[in-house]
């Protein structure tokens, strides 16, 4: 069962747009809502992420936006470049000790047209 | 200096043969993770150390043993390897479970 579901599985861009991706959750044992992002070949990398306490937290042109009664967190990339083609993961965990462990959606594979 | 690195990048085997993926960290954490990462790109969590202790152990074939001598390493051994099998797996480390900091990724080919 997956915990965290992800959409648009693809998604396709053009430059100077904006690029949407929708996570919703079912655990509201859910306290941290990382996004990772993951270019050809490497490891993915930790985007930005947020906490249940606040409702939007932007890093340059990403914002997560984040709706804890609905249960959903998005990531917007505004002004969307060639280069932010890559597959962008939601992830969830919660507080277990020094067990957390991420729930991880099954990615957004992002293309931005020049 | 590369913080979470991986050896091999590459390996290609045969079925039925045991191999070795190594992960080393720089960072100092205290928590080192194996995920796999199919070719639809699902990453599924198969470990987690901490301090050399297991505390994640995922449903996955007892022919993948991991192994953490000390706390900057965590090395996958897998028997028996089958077609199965096939896929990118990623050594990942972190300091509170927060952020966790992934390593190039090892591309295991099995034949």
């Known amino acids: 069962q997956q915990q965290v579901k992800q959409s648009p599985q693809s998604l396709i861009v053009q430059k100077g747009g904006i690029s949407i991706i929708n996570c919703a959750y079912e655990?509201?044992?859910?306290?941290?809502f990382p996004w990772y992002q993951q270019f050809p070949g490497k490891g993915p990398a930790l985007l930005i992420a947020?906490?249940?306490d606040v409702s939007e937290k932007k890093e340059g042109r990403f914002t997560i936006s984040f709706n804890k009664s609905a249960k959903q967190f998005s990531l917007h990339i505004m002004d969307s470049q060639p280069g932010d083609s890559a597959t962008y993961f939601c992830?969830?965990?919660?507080?277990?000790?020094?067990?957390?462990?991420?729930?991880w959606g099954l990615g957004t594979s992002l293309a931005v047209n020049p | 200096d590369t913080a979470v690195s991986q050896t091999p990048k590459y390996l290609v085997t045969q079925m039925g043969n045991d191999k070795s993926i190594k992960c080393e960290q720089n960072?100092?954490?205290?928590?080192m993770y194996w995920y796999k990462q199919d070719s639809k790109k699902f990453l599924k969590i198969m470990f987690s150390?901490?301090?050399?202790?297991?505390?994640i152990n995922e449903t996955v074939p007892n022919r993948f043993s991991p192994k953490s001598p000390d706390k900057a390493h965590l090395n996958l051994h897998i028997n028996s390897l089958e077609l199965g099998d096939s896929a990118v797996y990623f050594c990942?480390?972190?300091?509170?479970?927060?952020?966790?900091?992934f390593g190039p990724g090892t591309r295991l080919t099995v034949l």
């Open positions: 990942a480390s972190s300091t509170t479970g927060y952020t966790q900091y």
């Open positions: 960072l100092g954490h205290d928590t």
């Open positions: 150390y901490n301090n050399k202790e297991l505390i």
């Open positions: 655990n509201t044992a859910f306290d941290y």
């Open positions: 947020i906490r249940p």
């Open positions: 992830a969830a965990s919660r507080n277990a000790g020094n067990n957390r462990k991420l729930i």
